[in-house]
């Protein structure tokens, strides 16, 4: 696809390829990096944030209680991760925003400085807030869902939509310690070798006493 | 980076180490109070909706015609309405199915009954072998089969995962050209379940395994009723043969998970733990509640989550699905019932087994239809319209074997409706089909008394010698 | 800013004055040519879903075992899959149900049949007043019908509001102690289809109006089937004695409104607009969609508003519920055609009327339920479950029916199947009833070469004496 070019797009955007004279340095520099990078990416399945695959998010277990809340929701076979915090207007602006997004995740993470409460900064709220009208714009303009509640049309607009749906899909409760433990088996954490049936069940079958 | 993966997974701080296959639920909690404590709230018994209860109702006595429809076989005896899985090894005890036997090897049922009762069961099964322990009698067990279906017979001790103890699901799904490992988490949060909630037979004539009670689902040709129906007359199985009618019969078991999948919100990817085990929220905690049982107790967590009508809405949509499909499965029990004593008379008026032939078959399909959809006590919910047009082709089956009786009978010369015990009554009922009740129910007490706490004794004692490893807090 | 207000009520630029009662949609059209010209296409008759199409299939060919089930009424002679509403004068026209009435006064039906095909009948009924239009012959009114059904049965001219034109709907809610005018916007949007898509009989019995066909809902006592029968019971109504088994028999017409009542899509508060018309961009223009068909030609715009599955998922949501009622009523309605031929049998082995009694309940109120169901085109995916739970019951009145039959025909000597004539051809059962198609399609077509086109002829000349007044430009 077209990402690789997009990615080079962006890079001359901002200036970043280096002037001559500085390249064969930046070149060691950038292969250490790469390196390290490789490392890392493989590491923290950073591949996975190309993808839609919310288990991508739960690398970090800090999205843990957002994980396992959606997953829980009614939005869970309606609505991925990025369908909600990924802007969908066109895909320059979701990779872009993603990698911004990851990129500032990825540091606060690895710094250890992220805040006890994470909150849905400014410009997130405004994704999600878009993105909740793209989905349900018909329901919402619709005039003829309006008879099925009251002064939706006027509220609406003047604030974000979770001010009242406050439990899609997060539920009210977000912290860390308030979702216990997560059994899903986050394909990043699970032992490639994993399976559903039990060890003991598995040989004994085989034997077929 | 690595520092903190190991942190996810274990965010929590766990007291024990639990080591091979743990039957006690109550180490288990150590780990995990709140799922423990929900969990053992399946021993309350209070909770009534409309139709179903926590409160094992004696269904014979509601519905006494089913005595008829079960004579010869032990469901005519005692059969209830289940309640929470706490009580799965009491039920066992107490219930007229399996006698009394006073000693090891005695008793009509086989080991194999204990499969969906109890935590034993996996390790049993890993102690001595799937077939071995399909091979024994229920009697022969019963100082080994002491914890009802507890934790580790859902979960993977180590990760916590949920797992898959029981062969007879693995096989069902292999028979099937599946493989269950392929199976998404969502469908493991239904798959768990499918385990014992469902239809299942034993099969004695298994190649090498002619000895055991061998667990089977009979899947192999699909999940629908017909498919099974076609299955068991393919191999020519019954469960019984009726005493009055001489029909060979089948008994369908709780098809819970075969009917739910024909439905719509399976069809949308909701799972038996998405209503029956919600997510909670105490002291701030958001956990799945391990107190299963009916999700009219707990419209909030459970409905909910999908649907934002009022409670009282949620509730009578149950009701009337319910309503709509008892409304047939009650008459057509009635109509069964009366079959079974026209064919008995059609028998002692002297006709022949070529006469018979179609009508037997009749009953058997028309029967068994029925009872796939009744025996799922939470069908006629879980998936109406399927349970409704079941009940439809067993209505139209058993009038129409009725007709047929009705033209014998009357080329017998009794050329008028068949003369019917009073169908109100119970008592009366299993003593028509020569039960003697009170007999069984004096030995039962008996057994209760003698047998069944020693066995208690004897494997508590046994469970003791079992250490348990705490963790050292780091 | 009042101004602006106007602005906004006449975002539009009306270019005719609609006065009185205006039949004719062209001229509607001039002011709302969106709605007018998605209204034109209920003329495309293209559209073919898996069981109903606006192709208008021939049914009787498609199920032929009807046409015994309706001997000796016309339905037994020519019944059709609807199509759009821009055909409904066409098709009665075209129809054998009304014979071939050369002259006016001739004909067996009518002028009530109008009541639901035409924007006439408003028309009609302010000059003549209501029961004056119910005391013609069908025929007496073909110059004055000429317009299907369109804009005035559904809009006030005015305001453009929803409003209910036909007095049937009316009375029925009075009936019922309720008053229409109370109703919501959201169920006006059910209720004006409810003018026409319900169940309905004729009452000759009306004091004073002794003379009229008068159009009368039967909802007195509740819109289940159940309560209906039991009201068609107690005024002891029927509409035709069936020729071979004598039964008193009720003819159930299309209890879309009813049969949809009982759904779950209903009891959430969806209307019928929302499927069949719902919401379309044209040009940046929003306008409720008034190409009503099925909703499988546009799942998008409909469904797509509250569903977000897959079409393909929403297309088999629909078939399967279909499927799954139509097992057994396809089923159920050959049970009731050998019912009557039995019950015939029975007369003609010298059955009394004492002993045909309960069987001849038996035959209406299975018929009556059978019909319910299967008359509402709809209705099996509108109301599934209701649907199935219907069809339940029909299947265990006839076989309960049928059982008493043959035993009354055992003890008549006739011991054994009854012979039915070949269930799979619609000419051969036409035949069998005593119907001379071919002379009736004779006679129709000589109707439909001269006397239609004079009708239409003549109603097209009285109509251009109507002017139409336009709206000076501002
Ligand atoms: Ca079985
Ligand atoms: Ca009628």
Aim: aromatic share 8%.
């Amino acid at each position: 696809m077209g990402k690789r070019q997009k990615i080079k797009r962006k890079l001359f955007q901002y200036n970043l390829i280096p002037p001559h004279k500085w390249r064969p340095a930046a070149t060691v520099l950038v292969a250490a990096i790469f390196g390290i990078g490789i490392y890392l990416i493989r590491l923290s399945n950073a591949t996975s944030y190309l993808s839609d695959d919310p288990q991508a998010c739960v690398n970090c277990h800090i999205m843990t209680p957002q994980y396992i809340t959606w997953t829980r929701s009614s939005h869970r076979e309606v609505a991925h991760c990025n369908d909600c915090h990924v802007p969908h207007d066109n895909i320059a602006n979701k990779y872009f925003f993603k990698a911004k997004d990851g990129l500032y995740h990825a540091s606060i993470f690895t710094l250890r400085a992220e805040p006890q409460v994470i909150r849905a900064l400014e410009p997130s709220i405004q994704v999600i807030q878009s993105n909740c009208i793209r989905c349900h714009e018909s329901q919402v303009t619709d005039a003829r869902l309006a008879g099925f509640i009251d002064n939706h049309v006027g509220h609406r607009t003047d604030r974000i939509c979770w001010e009242c749906h406050r439990e899609v899909p997060h539920g009210k409760v977000k912290s860390l310690s308030s979702v216990g433990h997560q059994i899903e088996p986050i394909k990043a954490h699970a032992p490639a070798d994993l399976e559903i049936i039990p060890k003991w069940l598995k040989e004994s079958m085989n034997t077929s006493k | 980076i690595m520092d903190r993966k190991t942190e996810a997974r274990f965010a929590y701080q766990p007291k024990v180490q639990i080591d091979g296959i743990e039957p006690r639920d109550s180490v288990w909690g150590l780990n995990y109070p709140r799922q423990y404590q929900s969990y053992m709230r399946t021993q309350d018994t209070t909770f009534k909706s409309l139709y179903n209860t926590s409160g094992f109702k004696d269904v014979l006595a509601d519905q006494p015609e089913m005595v008829i429809l079960w004579a010869g076989y032990a469901f005519s005896k005692d059969y209830n309405h289940p309640r929470g899985h706490a009580w799965a090894i009491t039920d066992v005890h107490n219930t007229l199915r399996i006698g009394s036997p006073m000693v090891p090897g005695d008793g009509p049922q086989p080991s194999t009954c204990w499969t969906c009762k109890s935590t034993d069961v996996p390790r049993l099964m890993s102690e001595l072998g799937v077939t071995e322990y399909y091979s024994q009698k229920l009697s022969d067990m019963g100082t080994d089969v002491i914890n009802p279906i507890g934790c580790a017979d859902c979960h993977n001790p180590q990760t916590m995962n949920l797992t898959i103890t029981r062969p007879a699901l693995i096989e069902a799904f292999e028979a099937m050209g599946k493989d269950i490992n392929k199976a998404s988490h969502q469908e493991m949060r239904s798959l768990v379940c499918a385990q014992c909630h469902v239809e299942y037979y034993f099969d004695r004539t298994k190649q090498g395994k002619e000895k055991a009670a061998y667990l089977t689902f009979p899947w192999k040709d699909g999940l629908s009723v017909e498919n099974i129906e076609a299955y068991f007359d393919k191999i020519d199985f019954a469960d019984w043969v009726h005493p009055i009618s001489k029909a060979r019969m089948l008994k369908a078991q709780h098809p819970d998970y075969e009917l739910y999948e024909m439905s719509v919100h399976a069809k949308r990817g909701v799972s038996c733990a998405d209503c029956h085990m919600p997510y909670k929220n105490e002291g701030g905690q958001k956990f799945t509640d391990h107190h299963i049982g009916s999700p009219l107790s707990n419209v909030e967590n459970s409905c909910f989550v999908c649907h934002r009508e009022k409670q009282s809405d949620l509730m009578t949509d149950v009701y009337e699905r319910q309503r709509k499909v008892k409304e047939g499965s009650g008459k057509v029990q009635k109509l069964i019932a009366m079959a079974h004593i026209e064919a008995g008379k059609a028998w002692e008026l002297g006709a022949t087994e070529y006469q018979m032939k179609d009508i037997l078959i009749g009953i058997r399909h028309a029967q068994w239809r029925w009872d796939y959809v009744v025996a799922s006590h939470g069908g006629a919910f879980h998936a109406p319209l399927e349970s409704s047009r079941i009940i439809t082709s067993a209505t139209d089956i058993i009038q129409e074997t009725r007709i047929k009786l009705s033209r014998l009978l009357a080329s017998l010369g009794h050329n008028k409706p068949v003369e019917m015990p009073d169908f109100s009554n119970k008592a009366v009922l299993q003593a028509y089909i020569g039960l003697d009740i009170p007999a069984e129910k004096a030995a039962k007490s008996k057994f209760l008394d003698e047998v069944v706490p020693m066995w208690l004794k004897e494997g508590k004692a046994r469970e003791a010698k079992k250490e348990v490893k705490t963790v050292s807090s780091r």
